[in-house]
């Protein structure tokens, strides 16, 4: 009968051990790089430890530092959530990146520099909005730059980031080349599978390697999420690694290889509309670098512009065979009945190939309006939380339109059932297709995508089609 105790033994053990793999699996990884930080790092590490999330694991990388981070470091090594590593030599963030994530084995991911911070419920909350959105690779929030005392200096507010929280459906990968690199990398959670997948950083990145990573991320998957709450501290200090960085040239030399790569990598298609634009971003780092830049850096430069606009040029022909899809604007603010009647006249549409961009600019709730009168598969609803204006609400809009054509409408304005079969026959014919009609006196503004951002929204162009003004008396 001895075996029958073997194998209760053997039984037990493997029982522990399941428990044990159970047990230890964290849910994140949080990789802190360190270098010459000690000032700072004891904040950053127990901004992570305090953070409400059961299954932590910390995984903090000393680069050779010289200062005394070592002992600061070793005060927290009683913590079992926490693993030390130090470099025997400085290797750089690239490399110190490389190896914090296969160190790492959360199911989620995140790189925070030893000199910035996490508020409470940072982790939580982005682990939440993945967990609810299965779809979504990475989330991300603003952060509040703080100087060397943790006071907040101000709201570090991009030009990329939208007024609202929004949970997949933005083309990320376009975005990142139009707007620069929006998420700063202590702000971000991603998915560590994901993360390994998009490969090792690349070595030829000098300093924006978070930037190549989010597109690299964005390439595979363009569905990001984005709470608009500030739950992060960046530092603003004058040891910051990042000010040699911008100092030198290689701000443009990695701008030119993260939009090669795309261009190289991506389907041509998921920059449509949007060409024009990536080539205005790197003709402004190309004035900002003006001194320093070199003769293969302007060669490269205008190498990638021709490839934008033989991109440009292949899209715009291939949407003249296809049929156009519009997409209709609308900011509304505590107008409901006028809003109405716009809705009920776009949802008579002869011509059905349209979707609905509806921006409520912090009024009262309308969306079940909106749901009564717009097919939901027609329909993106987005709510801000501060009151932004027309022009405002217009662009965050725009972010997520798809359309080739922006039809923007102001509340109250009805169009006849036959309206956009018209103007579509109309722009086809048009020498200058899908540019603008202008020859009425209604607040109506529609024109071709490309050409939106050159236009003052708070004087549209004027367009006659049948359609009528309501003024709600």
Wanted: glycine share 4%; net charge negative; charged share 25%.
């Amino acid at each position: 009968m001895k075996w029958i105790s073997y194998v209760i033994v053997l039984m037990k053990f493997r029982l522990e051990f399941i428990r044990m793999l159970v047990k230890e699996l964290p849910i994140i990884t949080v990789a802190v790089i360190s270098y010459n930080n000690a000032k700072y790092t004891r904040k950053c590490i127990e901004s992570v430890l305090a953070q409400d999330v059961q299954g932590i694991e910390l995984i903090v990388l000393d680069d050779a530092s010289t200062d005394n981070s070592d002992e600061v470091i070793s005060e927290y090594l009683s913590d079992e959530r926490l693993t030390y590593i130090r470099n025997e030599e400085n290797l750089g963030m690239v490399a110190n990146s490389d190896k914090a994530y296969r160190s790492g084995s959360g199911k989620y991911f995140s790189i925070l520099p030893s000199d910035d911070f996490y508020y409470p419920g940072h982790l939580s909350k982005a682990i939440e909005a993945l967990e609810e959105h299965p779809e979504c690779v990475l989330a991300y929030s603003p952060c509040f730059w703080v100087d060397d005392n943790d006071c907040i200096l101000e709201l570090a507010r991009h030009p990329g980031h939208m007024p609202f929280s929004y949970f997949g459906g933005r083309n990320e990968l376009a975005d990142l080349l139009v707007y620069d690199n929006y998420i700063s990398p202590p702000a971000a959670v991603m998915r560590r599978k994901e993360f390994v997948a998009a490969g090792l950083l690349d070595p030829q990145i000098k300093g924006a390697g978070d930037w190549d990573m989010w597109t690299r991320l964005a390439q595979e998957n363009t569905n990001f999420i984005y709470l608009n709450k500030p739950t992060v501290g960046y530092r603003i200090h004058t040891g910051q690694v990042s000010n040699e960085f911008y100092s030198s040239n290689d701000p443009l030399d990695d701008h030119l290889r993260i939009v090669e790569k795309v261009l190289i990598n991506s389907d041509e298609r998921v920059i449509k509309g949007k060409e024009e634009r990536i080539w205005k971003q790197i003709d402004v780092r190309l004035t900002n670098h003006a001194d320093t830049k070199d003769n293969n850096s302007v060669s490269k430069a205008v190498q990638i512009k021709n490839e934008l606009v033989r991109i440009q040029t292949a899209n715009y022909r291939q949407q003249l065979i296809d049929t156009p899809l519009i997409s209709f604007v609308i900011t509304t603010f505590n107008q409901p009945a006028l809003l109405q009647k716009s809705l009920v006249s776009i949802a008579s549409q002869e011509y059905t190939h349209w979707e609905l961009l509806l921006v409520n600019d912090a009024g009262e709730n309308i969306e079940s309006l909106a749901e009564s009168i717009i097919p939901v598969t027609k329909l993106r609803y987005f709510c801000h939380n501060v009151h932004t204006g027309t022009a405002e609400a217009i662009r965050s809009a725009l972010t997520f339109a798809t359309g080739q054509v922006v039809c923007y409408l102001e509340e109250g304005m009805q169009l006849s059932p036959e309206y956009l079969q018209e103007v579509v026959k109309k722009m086809k014919l048009s020498d200058d297709a899908y540019k603008y009609i202008s020859d009425n006196d209604e607040d109506l503004l529609l024109c071709h995508r490309d050409y939106y951002d050159q236009l003052n929204y708070h004087s549209p162009v004027r367009m006659k089609a049948g359609m009528k003004t309501d003024t709600g008396t």
